[in-house]
């Protein structure tokens, strides 16, 4: 008797879970994710919390700290040095999404098609994203070298007198940016393949009925439907090249003087190297949210593209 | 009688455009197969040729006394080491609990806490480190190498978590649907039905978070000490003591990207597969 019942509560539950399955959220899948919750609580949500308690402090390493309300911030405003290393930032940025999604796109295009070895060349082609970026910018520092760097003996082959690279401040941010064009090209053409996977072929056949050139088919059927994922494409490589660190420390650590300095590079140097962590943590917020917001922008403009 | 046989004209057309798209093929893939051979270069050839101008490009002959130099000047045993115990140690914590929570918010299409990973995503890695660093010093922890491991978590349970849900999505909900109709509670069917099943998903997701745990350079440059630091970072140390010495730099260099090169290879299908589709990378 009580067999039966707990069999038939076992039904029950059973066919509860199954019928809550689909749209909506099932509460019984809950316990899963505590394990990782946690995890995600002590390593994530802590410190975002404890970087907004420490920004509303003069708070210095080896010394007592003391509460200042928001003039952290206000200092922000007129910290010549941060400011100018928010035009850094996004004289970097603009650069180094607009090549890779131009680049990127084409690479996408060229590899949506079917050729011999198509694989291996396409193992090749994302190599650089995977590869290591403090190896990366050891060789391109090497490769940047104005007397023996090998990229001015490539220029001189062409009759190009040789650069300064980034040793001069007029030419270290484009430097700068052809590493990470180099290094993250690969990941657009990996999103923007993604899209042109999943095309339909139908438009295409109709298209070509009505004798439309290779040239109208793209710029009329491919470019729009692949639009949404150059956006995506666009949108995460805007938030890495805002936060991107590693090649630009180990390559000039900001330098000549502050040429190359990023709120990224500023931000570690008053951390860890002047040991304000109070300044920094507001540094941080303030750089978040410029984050936040321009990913915000860029996704208003992508909704913006759908509907039109 | 017309067969399928094209002019000339229609041939030679063809012919150029073949070898046209051949060319675009091998503009594309230059610079990536160039950078890497370049870097290989360096690390064969002796100090002598690295610094030559106008520069020597095929070592001749190969030389492996960089690779030597490298360890016997630095303890990159050590550092080897570390880096595997970190990446290992934190890839492995995100499988214990990546797996059950990749598969509950799939089930439970809990967006919410997907979001939460993706807001992981957005934010500065410097934006986790000072707090930690602080709550590291508190608790006396540095010195050791677990700080570096609790840091790297940020990084590969994300990660994981992501590859996880996208995995899981995609697996039919035939078989589970079944043993919950059987009667095996909900753990019983994620232990005994879907988990076997997301051997390569988890197989995937492993190798990506070991390959960005292997990378990072920041928490282990800000949290290692003489003897916890990973090889990124004894890497990047070597650049500010040996300003010259480009056979060496170049040496350590690929030792320490060739591993991920490698796993890259392995995993190159499934990374074009569409899982960076929602742009994973550690940061």
Not at chain 1, 123 to 147: D, E, G, N, S
Not at chain 2, 9 to 17: D, I, Y
Not at chain 2, 232 to 249: D, I, K, R, S, Y
């Amino acid at each position: 008797m009580t067999e039966a019942s707990t069999l038939e509560r076992k039904v029950a539950s059973a066919a509860k879970a199954v019928s809550t399955r689909g749209p909506g959220f099932d509460r019984n899948y809950l316990p899963f994710v505590y394990p990782a919750l946690i995890i995600t609580l002590a390593v994530i949500v802590f410190p975002w919390i404890f970087t907004i308690y420490m920004s509303f402090y003069d708070w210095k390493i080896g010394h007592a700290r003391e509460f200042v309300g928001f003039a952290n911030f206000t200092k922000l405003t007129t910290d010549a040095r941060f400011i100018e290393s928010i035009g850094h930032t996004l004289y970097f940025t603009a650069l180094a999404v607009v090549l890779p999604v131009i680049f990127g796109t084409i690479a996408a295009l060229i590899f949506n098609e079917r050729f011999p070895l198509r694989g291996l060349f396409r193992a090749i082609f994302i190599l650089p994203m995977m590869a290591t970026p403090v190896a990366v910018a050891l060789v391109w520092t090497m490769m940047f070298h104005p007397q023996l760097g090998v990229l001015n003996y490539l220029l001189s082959l062409v009759g190009i007198p040789p650069q300064l690279w980034v040793y001069s401040p007029e030419t270290v941010i484009p430097s700068l940016v052809a590493v990470e064009v180099w290094h993250w090209t690969p990941l657009v053409m990996l999103i923007v393949l993604g899209g042109l996977a999943s095309l339909p072929t139908e438009p295409y056949e109709s298209a070509r009925i009505d004798g439309a050139s290779a040239w109208q088919m793209f710029r009329h059927i491919t470019l729009p439907l692949i639009m949404p994922f150059i956006l995506v494409a666009g949108v995460i490589r805007m938030i890495d090249a805002l936060k991107a660190f590693d090649t630009i420390f180990v390559i000039t650590s900001g330098g000549p003087g502050t040429a190359s300095e990023t709120i990224n590079i500023y931000l570690y140097l008053q951390a860890f190297s002047f040991y304000n962590i109070g300044y920094a943590s507001a540094m941080t917020m303030v750089f978040f949210a410029l984050i936040i917001v321009l990913t915000l922008v860029l996704l208003y403009l992508r909704q913006k593209a759908k509907w039109t | 009688m017309t067969t399928a046989r094209p002019s000339p004209g229609v041939r030679l057309k063809r012919f150029a455009s073949n070898v046209g798209f051949a060319l675009a093929v091998f503009v594309i893939v230059s610079p990536a197969i160039l950078v890497m051979l370049w870097m290989l270069s360096l690390s064969l050839k002796n100090d002598v040729d690295n610094i030559a101008f106008p520069p020597v490009f095929v070592p001749s002959p190969p030389t492996f006394a960089n690779f030597i130099d490298v360890f016997e000047k630095n303890r990159f045993d050590i550092y080897f080491v570390n880096s595997l115990v970190v990446s290992g140690v934190s890839t492995l914590i995100a499988i214990l609990v990546g797996v059950p929570a990749g598969y509950g918010i799939a089930k439970a299409q809990a967006h919410k806490l997907a979001v939460l990973t993706l807001i992981a995503r957005i934010t500065p890695g410097l934006s986790y480190l000072i707090p930690l660093y602080i709550l590291f010093q508190w608790i006396g922890l540095t010195g050791t190498v677990w700080p570096i491991v609790i840091t790297h978590l940020v990084l590969t349970v994300p990660i994981f978590i992501y590859v996880m849900i996208g995995f899981f999505e995609n697996l039919p909900p035939d078989l589970e649907e079944a043993a919950l109709i059987d009667g095996c509670s909900l753990w019983q069917a994620f232990r005994y039905v879907a988990l076997p099943l997301a051997r390569p998903g988890i197989v995937v997701g492993a190798i990506l978070s070991v390959i960005f745990s292997w990378n990072n350079f920041i928490f282990g440059a800000v949290l290692g000490g003489r003897t916890t630091r990973t090889l990124p970072v004894a890497v990047f140390n070597m650049l500010t003591f040996e300003q010259l010495a480009w056979g060496p730099l170049a040496a350590a260099a690929l030792l320490v990207t060739a591993p991920v090169l490698i796993l890259t290879l392995f995993i190159q299908k499934e990374i074009v597969g569409g899982l960076t589709t929602g742009g994973v990378k550690g940061g």
